[in-house]
């Protein structure tokens, strides 16, 4: 039962919980900006050059190959898939860790401006004079009486 209560604990301390919040905030943030990178960002830099899409900008390295079959219909080649580099793909998501990063860099600036600037420790005063000190101060004034 004392394992229990010590994960019990452990799970419940704040800095646990603002993790998981913000896990689960980052991962709706990410499928936010990706559906706003994709749904306005990329169309409007496909505008801006010359009604591009880079959804299905690729480099084909190998063409596909179809499927053949001899005139009993048993397979003689296989079928293979292009062999392509997707580059629009890349481009995307490149907008992507932009438009994350700089919205990330916004949060950071406004935390570190929320932040009050903290106090300069005033330094400490000078230590009192200590027993002996004082007592020869009296002495001191006691002889200059005489």
């Known amino acids: 039962m004392g394992m229990l209560k010590e994960f019990k604990e452990f799970a419940m301390r704040g800095n646990l919980v603002d993790i998981a919040v913000a896990f689960v905030m980052g991962a709706s943030f990410g499928k936010i900006v990706t559906s706003f990178v994709d749904g306005i960002v990329m169309p409007i830099i496909g505008t801006l050059t010359g009604g ?9 390295l190998k063409d596909a190959v179809a499927e053949v079959k001899d005139a009993a219909g048993t397979v003689v080649t296989k079928a293979a898939d292009a062999v392509t580099i997707k580059y629009g793909l890349f481009i995307t998501n490149l907008f992507d860790f932009i438009v994350v990063a700089f919205a990330v860099f916004l949060v950071i600036k406004a935390i570190n401006r929320m932040k009050k600037a903290e106090p300069a420790a005033a330094p400490a005063p000078p230590p009192g004079p200590t027993e002996s ?12 009486k005489v």
């Open 133 to 144: 000190e004082k007592l020869l101060a009296e002495i001191r004034d006691s002889l200059k």
């Open 52 to 60: 591009v899409d880079f959804s299905d900008k690729v480099i084909v």
